[in-house]
């Protein structure tokens, strides 16, 4: 709104506000790429776009989620904060005609929204500048994307079962498999696209990105659920046979051995270090689905990249995090768990597919929504 007329943001955002009544306004959208508005902030906002508030709030349902810092009624507030989901930059060539210098489309990626489609890029979070990962070299990514947004459809749990497999494959990352020949090779080739180092590439979700979702569409089936709440021998032959399945999916035919042999060296520990064998236990003891998918604290993937780098790059950590943030790699979509608060954020347009994280009033809002569209 403000380009075409030349205003900074702030001034056409204290200028929508102003009245008789006193306003104040928090931080800049330079540092908190945000906005927020209390109530008294969202009827003023209402009455300049011309709309009543619930049809504003219906428009915008995130909205309504005002933080607490600026519940106060008696005066109008607004305020610029850092977002508290991951977020991403949208794909340029879908949103174009909304960037603007400097100001990209800056997007909730949502469950499945990380990945572009029609243009077969990895979307990447940078405020400053398009960021991205072409994926036309990795069709593997592709390809699991597509089974990553047909499971959203299908499955009630679908973001838990993604995060819960990021957990098992990550227990697997760590303790071995950040050298073998698949993930390596995929690193060599993300890494290429990118100009930086394999290492840099090992803590990021797109490199086991195929696998996870090959684990979690196995555990989401029913099929193996039932079959592990039989007896306890055929029990334990499901466990085999699915075991047996991830490693034929994952291209790792040698997985039941090597899963087998770990055991046999720590097995008291196995069921609380093994996400798989928790899952396994959980499944035969018919858990629910808050039981079946809740990740034990000590076997969770980090959510942090730095973290993931100290666990797998040891001491060269630090220059493997600066490497990672130079190319944009240590913010986006990552497979965790939703707060369980599930709490939506203020002023943000939710699209089946992202929320833009555009601070723009409804009209406009449901302008861009249409030129943006799902990618």
């Keep these: 709104m403000t380009a075409p007329y030349g205003l900074p943001t702030q001034e056409l955002l204290r200028g929508l506000l102003s009245g008789p009544h006193r306003v104040q306004v928090t931080g800049s959208p330079g540092t908190g790429l945000e906005l927020f508005l209390n109530t008294p902030a969202q009827k003023v906002l209402a009455q300049s776009a011309g709309l009543p508030l619930s049809r504003l709030t219906a428009l915008l349902p995130a909205l309504t989620d005002i933080p607490e810092r600026l519940a106060d009624p008696s005066i109008v507030r607004a305020a610029w904060y ?97 050298a073998e020949a698949i993930w390596k090779d995929r690193a060599r080739r993300v890494a290429g696209l990118l100009g930086c180092t394999p290492a840099a590439v090992e803590p990021h979700a797109l490199l086991t990105y195929p696998e996870t979702i090959s684990v979690a569409r196995l555990l ?23 075991v047996q399945e991830i490693g034929r999916r994952a291209g790792r035919p040698w997985l039941a051995d090597w899963l087998n042999a770990r055991a046999r060296v720590r097995p008291r520990s196995a069921a609380h270090t093994d996400p798989l064998q928790q899952w396994c236990d ?15 604290q000590d076997a969770a993937r980090p959510a942090d990249y730095s973290d993931r780098a100290g666990l797998l790059s040891s001491s060269r ?59």
Excluded: M
């Design 317 to 375: 950590a630090r220059s493997v995090l600066d490497e990672a943030r130079a190319v944009f790699l240590t913010g986006g979509w990552e497979p965790v768990s939703a707060p369980s608060n599930g709490a939506r954020r203020s002023c943000v347009h939710e699209s089946p597919e992202r929320s833009a994280l555009l601070p723009v009033p409804a009209r406009r809002c449901r302008r861009a929504a249409v030129e943006r569209g799902p990618p």
């Design 82 to 178: 850092v977002p508290r989901k991951p977020w991403v930059g949208t794909c340029p060539e879908c949103s174009g005609r909304l960037w603007l210098t400097r100001r990209p489309v800056l997007a909730y990626p949502g469950v499945a929204g990380h990945v572009c489609r029609r243009h077969r890029r990895w979307l990447l979070a940078d405020a400053d500048k398009p960021a991205s990962i072409a994926l036309q070299t990795l069709p593997e990514v592709l390809a699991a994307h597509r089974q990553h947004r047909l499971l959203t459809r299908s499955h009630p749990y679908a973001q838990q079962v993604v995060a819960f497999a990021a957990a098992v494959v990550w227990s697997w990352q760590v303790q071995g498999w950040k």
């Design 282 to 296: 959980a499944a035969a003891a018919g858990a629910d689905a808050g039981g079946l998918w809740a990740v034990h």
């Design 220 to 242: 989401s089936a029913p099929h193996w659920q039932q079959r592990l709440r039989s007896s306890t021998s055929e029990k334990e032959a499901a466990a085999a046979a699915l």
